[in-house]
């Protein structure tokens, strides 16, 4: 698989272990940046990476930040986009499974590094059910395009 990561200052060594373990593993890695834990800005590197998987030129994207949530949020204003916050490996299934996520992000300051593989590599293995939860991230996808719901 092609996948584009990318992270902040606070997610940096993080990233750095993911990007590692990816490659590791024969994955084909796109790093977004940062490259240093050097302050950097969350939502640039959030951009790049959500960008490439709206895009289709990488299978998935992965994120880090201190806590996963801004780097999240991010990468969420990209149309196509589905990110979600992992913390756990339960949280990795989930997203895929329920809601086709495209996008792991983690946050360094909450999860460990060998937490965060072990939750990368299900959120990788697992596939998206379909069925009902089609109909929902179809629903998603209709916000995303301007429509109201309600």
Aim: proline fraction near 2%; glycine fraction near 10%.
């Amino acid at each position: 698989m092609k996948i584009a990561i990318g992270s902040d200052h606070a997610g940096f060594h993080l990233k750095e272990t993911l990007r590692s373990w990816l490659e590791q593993n024969g994955h084909e890695v796109a790093d977004c940046g940062t490259y240093s834990d050097e302050r950097a800005d969350y939502p640039v590197f959030g951009e790049a990476v959500a960008d490439r998987v709206a895009a289709g030129t990488v299978d998935f994207g992965v994120l880090v930040c201190g806590s996963g949530q801004g780097i999240c949020m991010s990468a969420n204003k990209v149309a196509g986009v589905r990110a979600g916050v992992i913390r756990t490996s339960m949280d990795a299934e989930m997203t895929r499974s329920h809601n086709d996520a495209n996008v792991a992000c983690f946050g360094e300051r909450i999860t460990e590094p060998d937490v965060a593989v072990a939750a990368l590599k299900v959120f990788l293995e697992t596939p998206f059910e379909g069925g009902r939860h089609a109909d929902r991230v179809a629903l998603m996808s209709r916000i995303e395009d301007g429509e109201r719901l309600y």
